[in-house]
């Protein structure tokens, strides 16, 4: 018995049945009777009983009751429907996802207490009233509740907080953005891995984390537009065209997707800050936030041509999410010379090419200095000359074709180390290589630290060898610390670095090679950055591209 398809088919199918009231709960009998005793007029209206959500007959009343009164967690697919009255009883309850997801549905919230444990900011998104249960009178008061709202809420999903630098961009964002005229809302799944944990466990504390749990509430009769939707997306745009490839069928599935995350939260400005995961982006896309907005953190079609093997590792979404970014009401690269690539790329698909604009990423530059003077475990000799990169390792950052240039490197200039900080699944290969080489003395793959600032400080020069770049973070996190940098001459690192703040060669092993040989020998004609006067300028980048025009 499926009783998520159940629910639904309650849900789509059956009319409310007024005047019917379901309680739902553990026989709790004693809260219920205070309930009734406070409302009166639920004793005259018919009672249904369920003290488990594990029947046909009850899981469908949750789609058809007038009124749902609980004093247990609901499940992930419930959402309230027009013309219901639901009540969400708190008894000591465990905020999970879920859970506080719900009480972003309830019409009201009766309680015998403070919510103990649950984040202040998160009380903010609260709509329904909340009501103590000795005298917790449904009705009364539920205008009089109504607070006037101060702050532009904005809901962003961030990539999964993985270790990347959309992930450090983002929280970056996030210390920056000015917190007394917007409310960040991030949105993120439930279930993280490790180091994505400890990355989501870094956004500041004036941020509302909204996690979801289970999946998409999709009806018996819109099963078969989904799927042909998801599967044939290039069929879709060649039949629609690009500025009718969301259609109203789609459209509809993903705000009702949106109301069950977030319930009845007024959002001022939908962000996309990943642009790689067709979900997410469908789910801002169809919100009918008055600003929408979806960045591109690299050249788009580079990565819509990345292979990971045989398989391409973005193109699935990014089929669904080029057509997409016509329902948004900014594009943001993250450097000038990147939006001029993607302009060029994609003025195809994008009808408005106008509303593609660029914004610097913002830094967090007291933190990478406090950082930088914390202690590491891992060794610098002072007696070589020592490089460094970092990043995911991946094809498009080139590790191997750095691997290589400092092979060439140490034919020449023994005394050198090369220092690579990141994961990724090229992890395996890199090793061998180095292994091949006979580098194993003089390449150390590092993983990923939780504080990568204290190496990069001790090291002589960072190098990047990427092949294609947005603009790089750890390129701006290096200058901030005065670092010595060879990068490859692509736009992303170009933006940044053109005006001396780096040394700029081309992306081939001799190139390579000789930039770090000529940094090694002496080569210090850098300009020094001012990241004070560039954060205040990406901020208000920003803040221009927030508000209409």
């Known amino acids: 018995m499926n009783l998520k398809r159940l629910y639904l088919k309650s849900w789509f199918e059956e009319e409310i049945v007024k005047d019917k009231v379901v309680f739902i709960t553990e026989k709790e009998t004693k809260i219920i009777e205070k309930i009734l005793s406070n409302n009166p007029f639920l004793k005259e209206k018919k009672h249904y009983f369920i003290d488990a959500l594990d029947s046909e007959e009850n899981i469908i009343w949750?789609?058809?009751a007038e009124y749902i009164i609980s004093t247990i967690e609901l499940p992930t697919f419930f959402i309230k429907k027009a013309g219901q009255t639901y009540i969400q009883i708190i008894n000591k309850p465990d905020w999970n996802a879920n859970f506080k997801r719900l009480l972003l549905h309830a019409d009201y919230i009766?309680?015998?207490?403070?919510?103990?444990?649950?984040?202040?900011?998160?009380?903010?998104?609260?709509?329904?009233?909340?009501?103590?249960?000795?005298?917790?009178?449904?009705?009364?008061?539920?205008?009089a509740a109504a607070v006037k709202k101060t702050k532009k809420i904005i809901v962003m999903y961030c990539g999964g907080f993985k270790?990347?630098?959309?992930?450090?961009?983002?929280?970056?964002?996030?210390?920056?953005?000015?917190?007394?005229?917007?409310?960040?809302?991030?949105?993120?799944?439930?279930?993280?891995?490790?180091?994505?944990?400890l990355n989501f466990n870094k956004i500041p504390n004036h941020v509302i984390k909204v996690q979801i749990p289970g999946d998409i509430n999709i009806a018996p009769n819109e099963e078969e537009a989904f799927l042909d939707f998801h599967c044939h997306p290039l069929e879709h745009l060649m039949k629609n065209g690009p500025t009718k490839f969301l259609t109203e069928e789609i459209k509809t599935i993903y705000k009702r997707e949106l109301h069950r995350v977030l319930g009845d939260t007024s959002i001022d400005i939908a962000i996309d800050f990943d642009g790689y995961f067709k979900y997410w982006t469908l789910l801002l896309a169809s919100s009918n936030s008055p600003r929408k907005i979806i960045y591109q953190h690299n050249e788009m079609m580079q990565e819509y041509s990345k292979k990971l093997g045989k398989e391409y590792k973005h193109r699935a979404d990014l089929n669904i999410i080029f057509p997409l970014y016509n329902y948004f009401d900014v594009i943001v690269s993250v450097s000038k010379q990147t939006g001029e690539v993607n302009k060029e790329h994609l003025k195809h698909i994008i009808q408005d090419t106008s509303k593609m604009t660029y914004i610097h990423n913002l830094i967090d530059y007291e933190y990478i200095l406090r950082s930088a003077k914390e202690k590491s475990d891992i060794e610098v000799s002072p007696d070589t000359f020592n490089f460094v990169t970092m990043g995911r390792l991946s094809p498009e950052k080139n590790h191997k074709g750095l691997i290589k240039a400092f092979y060439q490197l140490q034919k020449k200039q023994s005394d050198t180390q090369l220092f690579i900080i990141g994961l990724g699944e090229l992890e395996e290969e890199l090793k061998k290589y180095v292994l091949d080489l006979?580098?194993?003395?003089?390449?150390?793959?590092?993983?990923?630290?939780e504080n990568p600032f204290p190496i990069i400080d001790a090291c002589d020069a960072f190098v990047l060898s990427s092949i294609h770049e947005g603009q790089p973070m750890v390129l701006l996190e290096c200058l901030v610390l005065q670092k010595k940098i060879i990068s490859t001459n692509i736009p992303g690192c170009y933006s940044l670095l053109k005006d001396g703040y780096g040394l700029l060669v081309e992306n081939t092993t001799e190139e390579l090679m000789e930039g770090m040989e000529k940094v090694m020998l002496g080569y210090d004609d850098f300009k020094k950055f001012d990241y004070k006067a560039y954060n205040k300028e990406a901020g208000q980048m920003l803040e221009s591209k927030l508000e209409k025009e």
């Open 110 to 143: 009766v309680k015998k207490d403070a919510f103990e444990n649950l984040p202040e900011n998160f009380k903010t998104l609260i709509q329904g009233q909340v009501l103590l249960l000795e005298n917790g009178r449904l009705f009364e008061t539920k205008e």
């Open 62 to 64: 949750l789609g058809k």
């Open 163 to 197: 270790n990347n630098g959309i992930t450090s961009s983002a929280l970056n964002l996030m210390r920056n953005l000015d917190k007394e005229k917007y409310q960040i809302v991030v949105i993120e799944k439930e279930k993280l891995d490790y180091y994505e944990t």
């Open 438 to 449: 006979g580098l194993e003395d003089k390449v150390h793959l590092l993983g990923q630290l």
